[in-house]
């Protein structure tokens, strides 16, 4: 191990000669003996292989920026959640500023995935996607449950469009605080989007992520 990795284990938590330590490689998890520790590397013998956890279920959140402390605490709880890839989506309401900082953002959001992963004892870390304009997102997306949250009264119950079979894939897609607009509605709408209501209440986005993730993950999660 070297690195931020190496500086964390060996200075902020002052490990050891002897300790152990679960070790992963983002495929599979290893319990491992420290052998040695020195300023900027840290050696482990493994010593056993552990069982992991890998989720049945492949999730993308397409996730309009917010205020970046919304937003930081929505991709911790994304990751804890389970969720495979991560877009950040440039809506048409998202506050500009925040669009022109959010690419210097990008190591940052990176480092909040891993430690929130390690946290939860995630095998494998969420992807980070580019800054994406929302139409751009929305057609790269093919197959399985694809759900657009909205705010419309004529939009189902996210508990009804998850009856049924389960499949092996499924995206959200979360709008800003100023909700979508109608062209992004129907960008989603034409690449096979489905939208979906969360209850009569209005959601902050980064409750939303959390409301919709655990209800996607009763419903068709077979773990």
Same mark, same amino acid.
């Given at each position: ?153 004529? !939009?189902?119950?996210? @508990?009804? *469009? /998850? ?6 894939? $499924?995206? #959200? =897609? ?21 939208? !979906?209501?969360?209850? @009569?209440? *209005? /959601? ?6 959390? $409301?919709? #993730? =655990? ?9």
């Amino acid at each position: 191990m070297q690195g931020d990795a190496a500086h964390h284990v060996g200075r902020v938590l002052r490990a050891q000669a002897g300790q152990l330590y679960e070790v992963s490689d983002g495929a599979s998890v290893w319990l491992g003996r420290i052998d040695n520790v020195s300023r900027d590397r840290v050696e482990f013998e493994l010593t056993e292989q552990l069982p992991g956890y890998l989720a049945n279920l492949e999730t993308t959140v397409l996730l309009a920026v917010v205020k970046f402390d919304a937003f930081e605490w929505a991709l911790e709880k994304a990751t804890e959640l389970g969720v495979n890839r991560i877009v950040p989506l440039a809506a048409t309401r998202c506050e500009k500023a925040l669009l022109a900082a959010s690419p210097r953002r990008a190591e940052r959001w990176k480092r909040i995935l891993l430690e929130a992963a390690q946290q939860c004892r995630r095998v494998k870390l969420p992807t980070l996607a580019a800054l994406t304009k929302p139409e751009a997102a929305f057609q790269t997306q093919k197959s399985g449950v694809r759900v657009c949250l909205s705010e419309s009264r004529d !939009a189902r119950p996210l @508990k009804s *469009i /998850l009856a049924g079979a389960p499949v092996s894939s $499924a995206t #959200l =897609a979360i709008g800003p605080e100023g909700g979508w607009t109608d062209a992004e509605f129907s960008a989603a709408r034409g690449a096979g989007f489905e939208e !979906a209501s969360l209850g @009569k209440l *209005i /959601l902050r986005t980064e409750t939303a992520v959390i $409301a919709s #993730l =655990a209800a996607l993950n009763y419903a068709l999660s077979s773990d």
